[in-house]
């Protein structure tokens, strides 16, 4: 039998917390975040337009924090929480943020859309009540072509209000 | 939903069409289900990386893959992808394909390659003077790509009437599209031995004629399948090598073969903004009306053709589409230099001269003493007027716009009135919707749709329009909803496909929302009075009173007496058998006679000159 070449072999291993769900992976130990997601994990959601850390496509929440998943090495996730934009909706629907998006025209050719979602969560998670100058902020690290960003300050801040009556009605 | 009142030339009420609601793809946005190409990932699927050239200018004398071909995991090596020389940094020389994408990016550096280093071309100007080496064999002569010379009416006169005459030279310095989404593709061969491609490609169609000339097989044996695009801008446009070898590799192993470009790849396709240095010598009277305009660009084309021949025409043809110019002359130069090609990008050739062309107008405005929204608005040219050179304008107004943004942006109290280094201007542009002409001239239509009329009470689209985030999608779903009173939803789509559906020549020049817009409009009007007749015979109802909306088909004089959309469609069916519509669209040839000679020029030795 000839050697499998190193870059084919599967030889690290992970358990992390991938959208709530405990999950187990194995990937050659070169491998950022983002390659064991989209080709491991067979999550395609999270993109990536440059893997040099410059456009912001790959972003997903480690631990609750915003990281460019391209410049995250997977042998470091083990054990922690990574959220990408597949596990955003919860019990079917979708989340508030994704809603906004999509009824407000923030998204147009989508691509760069699932890394400013959850780079929105993040925000909202910190500060339920943000200005436009701290959307503007935050989502400064995503580069987006086709929107020119006005539409994607305004489904965040559309997001704001959706979270802030949900939350009224259940208290 | 709140209608917003627009109509229907019958007078009813648009229901779809201008109401703010969900794009039909938008869900799959958001949650991350759009599946572009480089979310394909098959079974025994290989991926493949380009070895791309280090030098502008070279002759290869020698490649050796031996080595590369040698390397655990490389399943294949590809030459002569340039097959004599390389053009510009970054032009592919070499392909390998391998299991693991790393393999095949380190395997390049074991292909041998001998260059001959040749003179570096890098400008335009040192185009002109340096005829040879000849970057191409084809062209004008030299390194001039494509010349184009247009005089409509007489120039000279113009400028002899005039009572100023401004002559000024601008450069513009080109850019790149830049989309977030890099260039992907992965083809397989098919079980039955067919070729499919899926590519981030904005012109599926033409992609399929590429693909059919080069791998030499039927065109009917290929499948392109367009993935939406995570942005275009007309960076997508071209067929690319990387499309080819991918095809090529996926035939030769039948395995699916994959390769994504790195961002850096993606500047060497290029195919962006073109550098353009321009001369504009433009008469006026003391009102500021123009007497006569001449226009001469110098355009760098970098290494190779794209759709520059395109680009040099439109360069010069819409500077008579915003202001009344009666006499016009333009001359245009597309050189070679050893740069990656530029192409279409949104605008293809024309915000260039219109910058130059806008701040000549200020500099004209100064000297008349003018006000510039003044000037412009004195100069504007108006609706359905027809342009020196041809161009029927259509309901442009651009008076009432330059009016109307004077005052939302409160442009008199602002002009001239900020501190030193602030300050407000005032610009206008005009495009043009879709080019008369396909890249290779033939009279059938530019675009084609076809619709299924289904029991359930649903209908599909097919059509090989390109989803490259403008929207095309949507765009179609919502004028055959909007004719049949459904809802977008009740739609399916198979778009960007070659196979599945006729032709549309793809997304570029502004052209889907017209054309395609147009053959699925027909589609669904002949599909329309298909199930019209039927409900008519059914109701015992005149057919002229007939009403779709809201998922039912009634009588506008009765509305309670009506069937259900998805009824309507089983009547159909039940009387002329299975429902199916076509629609096309061909741009209609305007007609001009006896406006005036269009006079050709020569091209005068002036502007080879250019330093
Ligand atoms: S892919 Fe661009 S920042 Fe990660
Ligand atoms: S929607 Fe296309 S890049 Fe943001």
């Given at each position: 039998?000839?050697?499998?070449?190193?870059?084919?072999?599967?030889?690290?291993?992970?358990?992390?917390?991938?959208?709530?769900?405990?999950?187990?992976?194995?990937?050659?130990?070169?491998?950022?975040?983002?390659?064991?997601?989209?080709?491991?994990?067979?999550?395609?959601?999270?993109?990536?337009?440059?893997?040099?850390?410059?456009c912001?496509?790959?972003?997903?929440?480690?631990?609750?924090?915003?990281?460019?998943?391209?410049?995250?090495?997977?042998?470091?996730?083990?054990?922690?929480?990574?959220?990408?934009?597949?596990?955003?909706?919860?019990d079917?629907?979708?989340h508030?943020?994704?809603?906004?998006?999509?009824?407000?025209?923030?998204?147009?050719?989508?691509y760069?859309?699932?890394?400013?979602?959850?780079?929105?969560?993040?925000?909202?998670?910190?500060?339920?009540?943000?200005?436009?100058?701290?959307?503007?902020?935050?989502?400064?690290?995503?580069?987006?072509?086709?929107?020119?960003?006005?539409?994607?300050?305004?489904?965040v801040e559309?997001?704001?209000?959706?979270?802030?009556?949900?939350k009224?009605?259940?208290? | 939903?709140?209608?917003?009142?627009?109509?229907?030339?019958?007078?009813?009420?648009?229901?779809?069409?201008?109401?703010?609601?969900?794009?039909?793809?938008?869900?799959?946005?958001?949650?991350?289900?759009?599946?572009?190409?480089?979310?394909?990932?098959?079974p025994?699927?290989?991926?493949?990386?380009?070895?791309?050239?280090?030098?502008?200018?070279?002759?290869?004398?020698?490649?050796?893959?031996?080595?590369?071909?040698?390397?655990?995991?490389?399943?294949?090596?590809?030459q002569?992808?340039?097959?004599?020389?390389?053009?510009?940094?970054?032009?592919?020389?070499?392909?390998?394909?391998?299991?693991?994408?790393?393999?095949?990016?380190?395997?390049?550096?074991?292909?041998?390659?001998?260059?001959?280093?040749?003179?570096?071309?890098?400008?335009?100007?040192?185009?002109?003077?340096?005829?040879?080496?000849?970057?191409?064999?084809?062209?004008?002569?030299?390194?001039?790509?494509?010349?184009?010379?247009?005089?409509?009416?007489n120039?000279?006169?113009?400028?002899?009437?005039?009572?100023?005459?401004?002559?000024?030279?601008?450069?513009?310095?080109?850019?790149?599209?830049?989309?977030?989404?890099?260039?992907?593709?992965?083809?397989?061969?098919?079980?039955?031995?067919?070729?499919?491609?899926?590519?981030?490609?904005?012109?599926?169609?033409?992609?399929?004629?590429?693909?059919?000339?080069?791998?030499?097989?039927?065109?009917?044996?290929?499948?392109?399948?367009?993935?939406?695009?995570?942005?275009?801008?007309?960076?997508?446009?071209?067929?690319?090598?990387?499309?080819?070898?991918?095809?090529?590799?996926?035939?030769?192993?039948?395995?699916?073969?994959?390769?994504?470009?790195?961002?850096?790849?993606?500047?060497?396709?290029?195919?962006?903004?073109?550098?353009?240095?321009?001369?504009?010598?433009?008469?006026?009277?003391?009102?500021?009306?123009?007497?006569?305009?001449?226009?001469?660009?110098?355009?760098?084309?970098?290494?190779?053709?794209?759709?520059?021949?395109?680009?040099?025409f439109?360069?010069?043809?819409?500077?008579?589409?915003?202001?009344?110019?009666?006499?016009?002359?333009?001359?245009?130069?597309?050189?070679?230099?050893?740069?990656?090609?530029?192409?279409?990008?949104?605008?293809?050739?024309?915000?260039?001269?219109?910058?130059?062309?806008?701040?000549?107008?200020?500099?004209?405005?100064?000297?008349?003493?003018?006000?510039?929204?003044?000037?412009?608005?004195?100069?504007?040219?108006?609706?359905?007027?027809?342009?020196?050179?041809?161009?029927?304008?259509?309901?442009?107004?651009?008076?009432?716009?330059?009016?109307?943004?004077?005052k939302?942006?409160?442009?008199?109290?602002?002009?001239?009135k900020?501190?030193?280094?602030?300050g407000v201007?005032?610009?206008?542009?005009?495009?043009?919707?879709?080019?008369g002409?396909?890249?290779?001239?033939?009279?059938?239509?530019?675009?084609?749709?076809q619709?299924k009329?289904?029991?359930?009470?649903?209908?599909?689209?097919?059509?090989?329009?390109?989803?490259?985030?403008?929207?095309?999608?949507?765009?179609?779903?919502?004028?055959?909803?909007?004719?049949?009173?459904?809802?977008?939803?009740?739609?399916?789509?198979?778009?960007?496909?070659?196979?599945?559906?006729?032709?549309?020549?793809?997304?570029?020049?502004?052209?889907?929302?017209?054309?395609?817009?147009?053959?699925?409009?027909?589609?669904?009007?002949?599909?329309?009075?298909?199930?019209?007749?039927?409900?008519?015979?059914?109701?015992?109802?005149?057919k002229?009173?007939?009403?779709?909306?809201?998922?039912?088909?009634?009588d506008?004089?009765?509305p309670?007496?009506?069937?259900?959309f998805?009824?309507?469609?089983?009547?159909?069916?039940?009387r002329?058998?299975?429902?199916?519509?076509?629609?096309?669209?061909?741009?209609?040839?305007?007609?001009?006679?006896?406006?005036?000679?269009?006079?050709?020029?020569?091209?005068?030795?002036p502007?080879?000159k250019?330093?």
């Amino acid at each position: 039998m000839t050697t499998l070449p190193i870059e084919s072999q599967k030889t690290s291993q992970i358990r992390f917390t991938l959208n709530g769900e405990e999950t187990d992976v194995c990937f050659a130990p070169y491998k950022t975040l983002l390659e064991v997601l989209r080709e491991d994990l067979g999550h395609t959601g999270t993109k990536h337009g440059c893997e040099l850390g410059e456009c912001g496509a790959c972003a997903v929440l480690l631990d609750g924090k915003p990281v460019l998943s391209c410049l995250v090495l997977a042998v470091d996730c083990s054990g922690r929480q990574v959220l990408t934009v597949e596990g955003l909706g919860e019990d079917g629907n979708l989340h508030p943020l994704q809603d906004a998006f999509a009824d407000l025209g923030a998204a147009q050719c989508g691509y760069c859309t699932p890394a400013i979602l959850v780079t929105a969560k993040a925000l909202l998670d910190q500060n339920p009540h943000p200005s436009r100058d701290q959307i503007r902020e935050a989502i400064s690290g995503n580069l987006c072509r086709c929107t020119g960003y006005l539409q994607i300050f305004e489904a965040v801040e559309a997001a704001v209000l959706k979270i802030a009556a949900q939350k009224s009605t259940v208290t | 939903m709140t209608p917003v009142g627009a109509r229907k030339a019958n007078g009813d009420e648009l229901r779809v069409i201008g109401v703010p609601r969900r794009r039909v793809d938008a869900r799959a946005k958001v949650t991350g289900q759009t599946r572009f190409a480089d979310d394909i990932f098959l079974p025994r699927m290989a991926h493949s990386k380009l070895l791309r050239s280090p030098h502008p200018h070279a002759r290869i004398r020698k490649i050796d893959t031996s080595r590369a071909a040698a390397h655990p995991g490389v399943y294949l090596v590809l030459q002569a992808l340039c097959v004599d020389r390389v053009r510009h940094v970054g032009d592919p020389v070499a392909a390998v394909i391998a299991r693991e994408e790393l393999t095949a990016f380190e395997a390049l550096d074991l292909i041998d390659v001998e260059y001959e280093i040749l003179t570096t071309i890098s400008s335009s100007e040192e185009a002109l003077r340096t005829p040879e080496p000849r970057i191409h064999e084809y062209g004008e002569e030299g390194n001039i790509h494509k010349l184009v010379a247009l005089e409509f009416g007489n120039v000279e006169e113009g400028f002899a009437e005039a009572d100023e005459i401004f002559e000024d030279t601008f450069f513009f310095q080109g850019n790149t599209h830049l989309a977030i989404e890099q260039h992907a593709a992965v083809a397989i061969k098919d079980p039955d031995g067919k070729l499919t491609i899926w590519s981030s490609t904005q012109t599926p169609h033409y992609l399929h004629r590429a693909l059919a000339k080069v791998l030499e097989m039927p065109a009917a044996h290929i499948r392109v399948i367009a993935t939406p695009n995570g942005g275009g801008f007309g960076g997508k446009s071209d067929p690319f090598n990387h499309e080819i070898v991918v095809a090529k590799a996926a035939l030769m192993l039948d395995r699916p073969v994959k390769i994504c470009l790195t961002r850096e790849e993606v500047f060497y396709c290029h195919r962006g903004r073109h550098p353009v240095l321009m001369k504009f010598k433009t008469g006026v009277k003391k009102d500021g009306a123009i007497t006569g305009m001449h226009l001469q660009t110098l355009i760098d084309g970098g290494a190779y053709g794209s759709y520059g021949v395109a680009s040099t025409f439109y360069a010069g043809a819409l500077q008579t589409t915003t202001y009344h110019i009666p006499r016009y002359r333009y001359q245009g130069c597309r050189t070679f230099t050893n740069k990656p090609p530029c192409g279409p990008k949104r605008g293809h050739g024309t915000p260039q001269p219109r910058f130059g062309q806008e701040v000549q107008l200020d500099k004209i405005a100064e000297r008349l003493k003018m006000d510039p929204a003044d000037l412009r608005l004195r100069i504007a040219e108006s609706s359905n007027a027809l342009t020196a050179n041809f161009f029927r304008l259509g309901t442009v107004n651009l008076a009432e716009c330059i009016r109307r943004v004077v005052k939302v942006s409160g442009w008199k109290e602002k002009f001239r009135k900020f501190p030193e280094g602030r300050g407000v201007g005032l610009a206008c542009s005009a495009y043009l919707t879709g080019a008369g002409l396909p890249i290779y001239w033939n009279k059938m239509p530019h675009s084609g749709v076809q619709l299924k009329f289904d029991r359930s009470g649903g209908v599909s689209i097919f059509c090989g329009a390109t989803e490259i985030g403008q929207g095309s999608d949507d765009v179609l779903a919502g004028i055959v909803a909007e004719v049949l009173g459904i809802d977008t939803f009740d739609v399916r789509l198979f778009t960007g496909d070659t196979d599945l559906g006729p032709v549309d020549l793809g997304s570029y020049s502004s052209r889907v929302t017209l054309m395609a817009g147009n053959a699925a409009l027909q589609a669904a009007e002949r599909g329309r009075a298909i199930l019209r007749d039927a409900v008519a015979e059914k109701l015992e109802v005149p057919k002229e009173r007939l009403r779709f909306a809201e998922r039912r088909v009634f009588d506008s004089a009765a509305p309670e007496k009506g069937v259900t959309f998805q009824e309507a469609v089983c009547l159909a069916e039940a009387r002329f058998g299975t429902i199916g519509t076509v629609g096309s669209y061909t741009p209609p040839l305007y007609k001009g006679g006896g406006v005036g000679p269009l006079r050709p020029i020569p091209i005068p030795p002036p502007l080879l000159k250019w330093k």
